[in-house]
């Protein structure tokens, strides 16, 4: 499969995190665990895509602040293990992360962006035309193809990256890192419930 | 009235209230693309649909699963030709009340629960019944919380619609449909519960499958990686800085480590 029917599988998964539904079909376990399937790499993309998860729920997406986007480092998990194999699995959990935090900061110039459709609107209002869908259709295909055009250049930086620093001892630093990181996200998620319960009782 | 076909229309749209999310006035635009055709329901002559319309396209930033709450109260004041300063306030306040009580709900709990039942159902499922079938036990873990996740949210949007349009007009309106208190500190306690499952279900796998192998040394250091993962996460959280940080330093601990093994 080209790698233009994952970014594309990808994209549409995407809309679910702000834009459209929010059934969390674009959670990284789920999109890691399709895009994974459809790879050939089933076990390594639901992993890996179950552990970038564990990161991202640190973070709480209130009062509109962006978030790193767990399906765009799932993406770019595993189009980099199809690249590289399993045993790249663990580096590829560190380059997911990279790119998802990247996203947020294009997730927040897109959202100052849209403020064009606010202009947009007003327009419309005063012309007595009332047909906001078409504003929700053209703001969806702009959040397609920006994740689309983000995810592509993001997965060739880090694909030129990785082929460079390739080597044992770089993989034995990102299978230990790895496991340091299961401990560090299952740590924080114990400690922010047992506050939470702590406050609740 | 609203009829049936309205509500389904209303909840329909409520699905893209953040498409067009914008720093200028967040939600506006997603809010009138929900509650238009009900607007022109109630509202026959262009102009009175005109000013409505206008009305509601000032800020709107609510949790987009509480929107319906939201949006049943505010189209029986429309229809019931309430004065439009009663109606904004009524609307503002309703959206941060709501705003609040969906992120606790959603955000901070629900959404780590459906990670863990991921976690937990692919556990138990490729222990006990499909080792030789992988693809099988990970489709299934992950696609049932999802159904059940979204069929919940769904459920929320509508029910939220149904009493808000009952108690339409009232500042407290859908507020007290549901002990949102207790629904909080049950999610929080189930969270915990799972979470410490987890822990020790990891803690198990880790040991039987990373330290028996290997040699003494590489055992050692894989016997010290736990604590030394939950020493800097503890330290950078005190500071309250982002999980970034314990990664990052957990990366760079690695580069040590990974010259001893």
Same mark, same amino acid.
């Given at each position: 499969?080209? *790698?233009?029917?994952?970014?594309?599988?990808?994209?549409?998964?995407?809309?679910?995190?702000?834009?459209?539904?929010?059934?969390?079909?674009?959670? &990284?376990?789920?999109?890691?665990?399709?895009?994974?399937?459809?790879?050939?790499?089933?076990?390594?993309?639901?992993?890996?895509?179950?552990?970038?998860?564990?990161?991202?729920? @640190?973070?709480? &997406?209130?009062?509109?602040? &962006?978030?790193?986007?767990?399906?765009? =480092?799932?993406?770019?998990?595993?189009?980099? *293990?199809?690249?590289?194999?399993? @045993?790249?699995?663990? =580096?590829?959990?560190? =380059?997911?992360?990279?790119?998802?935090?990247?996203?947020?900061?294009?997730?927040?110039?897109?959202?100052?962006?849209?403020?064009?459709?606010?202009?947009?609107?007003?327009?419309?209002?005063?012309?007595?035309?009332?047909?906001?869908?078409?504003?929700?259709?053209?703001?969806?295909?702009?959040?397609?193809?920006?994740?689309?055009?983000?995810?592509?250049?993001?997965?060739?930086?880090?694909?030129?990256?990785?082929?460079?620093?390739?080597? @044992?001892?770089?993989?034995?630093?990102?299978?230990?890192?790895?496991? %340091? =990181?299961?401990?560090?996200?299952?740590?924080?998620?114990?400690?922010?419930?047992?506050?939470?319960? %702590?406050?609740?009782? | 009235?609203?009829?049936?076909?309205?509500?389904?229309?209303? !909840?329909?749209?409520?699905?893209?209230?953040?498409?067009?999310?914008?720093?200028?006035?967040?939600?506006?635009?997603?809010?009138?693309?929900?509650?238009?055709?009900?607007?022109?329901?109630?509202?026959?002559?262009?102009?009175?649909?005109?000013? #409505?319309?206008?009305?509601?396209?000032?800020?709107?930033?609510?949790?987009?699963?509480?929107?319906?709450? !939201?949006?049943?109260? /505010?189209?029986?004041?429309?229809?019931?030709?309430?004065?439009?300063?009663?109606?904004?306030?009524?609307?503002? #306040?309703?959206?941060?009340?709501?705003?609040?009580?969906?992120?606790?709900?959603?955000?901070?709990?629900?959404?780590?629960?459906?990670?863990?039942?991921?976690?937990?159902?692919?556990?138990?499922?490729?222990?006990?019944?499909?080792?030789?079938?992988?693809?099988?036990?990970?489709?299934?873990?992950?696609? /049932?919380?999802?159904?059940?996740?979204?069929?919940?949210?769904?459920?929320?949007?509508?029910?939220?619609?149904?009493?808000?349009?009952?108690?339409?007009?009232?500042?407290?309106?859908?507020?007290? #449909?549901?002990?949102?208190?207790?629904?909080?500190? !049950?999610?929080?306690?189930?969270?915990?519960?799972?979470?410490?499952?987890?822990?020790?279900?990891?803690?198990?796998?880790?040991?039987?499958?990373?330290?028996?192998?290997?040699?003494?040394?590489?055992?050692?250091?894989?016997?010290?990686?736990?604590?030394?993962?939950?020493?800097?996460?503890?330290?950078?959280?005190?500071?309250?800085?982002?999980?970034?940080?314990?990664?990052?330093?957990?990366?760079?601990?690695?580069?040590?480590?990974?010259?001893?093994?």
């Amino acid at each position: 499969m080209k *790698i233009f029917y994952f970014i594309l599988l990808a994209s549409l998964l995407n809309l679910d995190n702000v834009s459209a539904f929010q059934f969390l079909i674009s959670r &990284p376990s789920f999109a890691g665990g399709i895009l994974g399937y459809l790879s050939g790499y089933t076990i390594e993309g639901f992993l890996i895509g179950l552990l970038l998860e564990l990161v991202i729920l @640190d973070f709480t &997406p209130v009062g509109g602040i &962006p978030i790193p986007n767990g399906t765009l =480092a799932a993406l770019v998990s595993v189009l980099l *293990i199809r690249d590289f194999g399993s @045993d790249f699995a663990f =580096a590829s959990f560190f =380059a997911g992360i990279i790119a998802g935090e990247g996203y947020s900061y294009v997730e927040k110039f897109m959202r100052s962006f849209r403020n064009i459709f606010n202009r947009l609107c007003e327009n419309m209002i005063e012309k007595n035309d009332f047909n906001f869908g078409k504003l929700v259709v053209y703001s969806l295909i702009i959040d397609v193809m920006v994740f689309g055009i983000y995810s592509f250049i993001s997965y060739k930086i880090l694909y030129f990256i990785f082929l460079k620093i390739n080597s @044992d001892y770089i993989m034995k630093v990102f299978r230990l890192a790895v496991v %340091g =990181a299961v401990f560090v996200t299952l740590t924080s998620l114990y400690f922010k419930f047992k506050t939470q319960v %702590g406050k609740n009782d | 009235m609203i009829s049936l076909k309205d509500k389904i229309t209303i !909840v329909f749209r409520s699905f893209f209230i953040q498409s067009v999310f914008n720093y200028q006035r967040f939600q506006n635009i997603g809010f009138l693309f929900m509650i238009i055709p009900f607007l022109k329901k109630i509202n026959k002559d262009m102009e009175s649909l005109r000013v #409505a319309v206008k009305r509601h396209f000032e800020i709107f930033n609510t949790q987009p699963y509480m929107s319906c709450f !939201v949006a049943g109260n /505010v189209l029986k004041m429309e229809s019931l030709k309430k004065e439009e300063k009663e109606i904004t306030n009524i609307k503002q #306040a309703l959206v941060c009340a709501y705003a609040s009580i969906g992120d606790r709900i959603f955000w901070s709990r629900l959404r780590v629960i459906v990670a863990e039942f991921t976690f937990l159902i692919f556990i138990v499922l490729y222990f006990c019944y499909c080792k030789n079938n992988m693809s099988e036990s990970i489709m299934v873990s992950i696609i /049932v919380p999802t159904i059940f996740y979204s069929v919940y949210s769904v459920y929320i949007r509508y029910l939220g619609l149904n009493y808000s349009w009952e108690c339409g007009g009232t500042k407290n309106c859908g507020l007290d #449909a549901f002990n949102w208190n207790k629904i909080i500190r !049950v999610l929080s306690k189930t969270s915990l519960f799972l979470t410490m499952a987890i822990y020790v279900i990891v803690l198990f796998l880790y040991g039987f499958f990373y330290i028996n192998y290997g040699s003494k040394k590489e055992n050692v250091v894989y016997i010290l990686l736990p604590f030394i993962s939950i020493l800097v996460q503890r330290y950078f959280r005190k500071d309250k800085k982002n999980i970034f940080y314990p990664l990052s330093a957990i990366f760079f601990i690695s580069l040590g480590l990974a010259v001893l093994i």
